[in-house]
């Protein structure tokens, strides 16, 4: 199937994506999400696709994901600014959510959290998110059923809401105040 | 079990549904979702902290097995599945790039100055150290890229190659993309100026990058600010320039440059001056010469020279 194939099952599923939209959280804001998806939709570097249905399901939750973790993003950096004692300007150049990134890395939360709950659940959990092996093959892997690489899965994943959970709470990194403008500066 | 926590684990369960890039219950997906307002947000916080997850954990050491859902005809589906959005792939690569090699380097060479006396050196490498007086750097014969200034004052002309150019200043290190910069080191502060081409401050935190003409000082925070490109590293030919400085770091700068002790008091450590002081080995024609620009009453004991505010004829 063609661009064109997916331009046909976007038109043809305009109201179910439209309502999928909504219900992911969308509101009132849909119909301009859909609009968003529809450009994403007719960019010149598509490929063809299997099931172009699926596609543009999976590109619509992407769409919703990507803007709550925006809006995430800025109210945590005006919860920062609001907090901070001098109308500072960071001066970096980097985007702060690739230093956070950096920093959680660095402070080793996750990992510790992941492997408190065990080194059969840890390596699940690898094998499934940063390996990206199927579950049925996971289940083969470890000698257990299906059923239980889920329970596995289902305690990993609690653990990583907590630790974002806790990440968010605070700084992203220790981060020191950039101060731009200043020549020889006086301490 | 709590109504939240249920929601939770059904929204985990549907996130790791999703994560098979043949899942195609999207209708399933929908009536769930419409089921309760609560249920999007619920959602939304557990797919974030999956994202978050590859992002937040360390690569593993050993390679990575091939996806068992790789079909290899349908590219796209394989698209699909590691486009779970271009925010996480970007996550997930700089999680890969930005993994810090904590194993540090160990140094089997100091070089130390005495105070007020001034080296050159050049490294295996072919960087050229230029050392001011009471400073001591170290490196090993293995890392030769790899310097670490424990304190006292340097300027770096690195000669450029492949492998970066690193040097690691108390909490602070600086990779080099260019090639002249200027690195400074005492208690609590560091201090890089840049003449050529550029530095990485803390390629793996901050990542400020320093260019020619400019200045970051790091201490409890971190100022960027400007510098004269051209009198970066003067001290190497006796002169000391400054904008703005304060009489404590110029009597600071001075030990260092003339090997003998010299002190602000406290009351005159905080005035700031701008201005060129050309080092004389007259010592009494230098302090002469300070006293004059800095408005200080300069004074010589045992213990070295003090700078003291001028008693006041008019205040």
Known sequence: ?187 | MSYAEERQDAAIGWVIRLRDPEFAQWDSFVEWLEADVAHAAAYDTVAIADVGAAAMLRPAARPVAAPAFAVPALRTTRRVWLGWSAGAIAAALIAAVAVPQLVPAQPDTVVATAAGEKRSIVLADGTRVDLNGGTRLAYAAASPREVRLDVGEALFSVRHSAVPFTVTAGDATLRDVGTVFNVTRSAGRTEVAVAEGGVLFNPEGEKLLVSAGGKLVVGDAIEVGTVDAASVGAWRSGRLVYHGATVGQIAADLSRNIGETVVATPAARQAVFTGTIVIDSDRTRLFARVSGLLGVEATHGAGGWRLAPRTPTLD
């Open chain 1, 1 to 187: 199937m063609t661009v064109d194939g997916l331009e046909a099952a976007f038109m043809q599923n305009r109201a179910p994506l439209l309502r999928f939209l909504r219900a992911r959280g969308g509101g009132d804001d849909a119909e301009d999400l859909l609009q968003e998806l529809w450009l994403k939709v007719i960019r010149p570097d598509s490929r063809p696709i299997a099931s172009p249905t699926a596609y543009l399901y999976r590109m619509a939750n992407n769409l919703m994901l990507d803007r709550r973790r925006s809006i995430e993003r800025a109210m945590r950096r005006d919860r920062e600014w609001a907090g901070s004692d001098d109308a500072v300007e960071p001066a970096s150049a980097v985007p702060s959510a690739e230093r956070i990134v950096a920093g959680h890395q660095q402070l080793g939360l996750a990992d510790r959290a992941l492997d408190a709950l065990g080194e059969r659940t840890a390596t699940i959990f690898r094998r499934f998110r940063l390996d990206g092996v199927g579950q049925r093959e996971i289940a083969a892997e470890q000698g257990i059923s299906l059923s239980a690489v889920e329970k596995n899965l289902q305690r990993a994943y609690r653990a990583m809401i907590e630790t974002q959970r806790a990440l968010d709470a605070e700084p992203a990194a220790p981060q020191r105040p950039v101060i731009e403008g200043a020549r020889d500066v006086v301490r």
